[in-house]
């Protein structure tokens, strides 16, 4: 089996409400990318990428990318040999994990269905059929979330995770207040600064919210603020998960060494890709840091590819935040969305990532195109 093409298609997707984070924010649409792999036997495979400007490229960079440097090294090879591809890829292009983590995501869809499998069957078998998964209450107008948040519970949604460091401390501590005044204490609250504090005065903002009793509180300051990162996790009772601290394996190591966090938020777009994101995981498994599985903005495809690998990684226990297709985007571009119900995701049990795609919404929200 041989690549003979790869298309790259540059999306825009409408969103229905703006989402606000620690670094910044996004609303009306968000950029993607949706690559498909096809073969000289007529076996295509589907990946996804998406980056945020702000957190750490543009998705005009990941499409680019993909299609001028990446592309090159993977036509006429072997699609199987998943690893060799993706040290190609590495070797091609420094950096852009986005691209990688799309380009691999492709390729081990297009293995699962030459093989009749599913993708979570390729990297060792699951050990759960279903992940909790949480929402983050990140719009800016805290009672329309609330009253999205009572609704959830009465479906029997249990986790929400609380995005700050937008705005004032004071804010914060409102918005947090509100949530506890009108949903109470029987759900499972998780705070995200996404680097929203200085380390200067962390400490002092982080003891104010404990309060609240938060089951973790992520990434309070800036990825490189390693040395705040120890001290807060030293000095809290609430653990301290590491999000943009944490990319690659490097940084799993480094993290683990400095004592920085408690938990580990792994993201297949940080990371580069499954390969990669297992690496992380066995480091922070090691050393007995649970992790959880987090996004950007990424839609269906992407977050179909990493429910296959929290299913097959016992170690990924705090759940999953894959609620953008059913929750915040307009319109998905999947036949039919990866079911989402009473607080889980169910894994996809097809073969690859055993989504399909409606390609008539891919060219509605297509704004560049490269095969």
């Given at each position: 089996m041989k690549i003979q093409n790869i298309e790259v298609h540059l999306l825009?997707?409408?969103?229905?409400m703006k989402r606000s984070q620690g670094v910044g924010s996004i609303q009306a649409s968000i950029k993607r990318v949706?690559?498909?792999v096809r073969t000289d036997q007529g076996i295509d495979g589907i990946g996804e990428g998406q980056a945020w400007e702000?957190?750490?490229?543009?998705n005009e960079n990941l499409f680019h990318g993909i299609a001028q440097y990446l592309r090159p090294v993977l036509l006429g090879t072997d699609p199987r040999d998943i690893p060799q591809r993706m040290a190609d890829c590495d070797r091609a292009l420094v950096g852009s994990p986005e691209a990688k983590a799309a380009v691999e995501m492709a390729l081990f869809d297009l293995c699962g269905k030459a093989a009749n499998l599913p993708l979570y069957s390729l990297i060792g078998g699951k050990v759960r059929d279903r992940i909790p998964f949480s929402f983050s209450i990140a719009n800016p107008d805290i009672d329309a979330d609330i009253e999205l948040a009572k609704q959830m519970l009465g479906a029997g949604h249990r986790i929400f995770k609380v995005k700050t460091g937008f705005a004032s401390h004071a804010e914060d501590m409102r918005r947090l207040s509100l949530l506890r005044e009108h949903l109470g204490f029987e759900f499972d609250l998780r705070i995200d600064y996404n680097q929203g504090l200085q380390p200067y005065n962390a400490l002092q903002q982080l003891r104010d919210v404990e309060q609240f009793k938060p089951t973790f509180i992520e990434q309070p300051v800036p990825r490189d603020a390693i040395a705040a990162m120890a001290q807060i996790a030293a000095a809290l009772d609430t653990p301290i998960m590491a999000d943009e601290s944490v990319f690659s394996p490097a940084e799993t190591l480094?993290?683990?060494?400095?004592?920085?966090?408690?938990?580990?938020?792994i993201k297949l777009m940080k990371a580069g890709g499954i390969g990669k994101a297992m690496k992380v995981n066995a480091i922070a498994e090691a050393a007995g840091l649970p992790c959880y599985g987090g996004t950007l903005w990424e839609g269906g495809v992407a977050l179909a590819a990493a429910s296959h690998f929290i299913a097959a990684s016992s170690n990924v226990s705090l759940g999953c935040e894959f609620y953008m297709p059913k929750y915040v985007f307009q319109e998905d571009i999947l036949v039919r969305m990866t079911p989402a119900e009473a607080g889980h995701v169910h894994v996809p049990s097809g073969p690859g990532i055993g989504v399909e795609i409606d390609w008539k919404i891919v060219e509605k929200q297509r704004i560049a195109f490269s095969a």
């Open positions: 825009e997707s409408p969103i229905k949706v690559v498909r702000v957190f750490s490229g543009t480094r993290t683990v060494q400095e004592r920085a966090a408690d938990i580990i938020s």
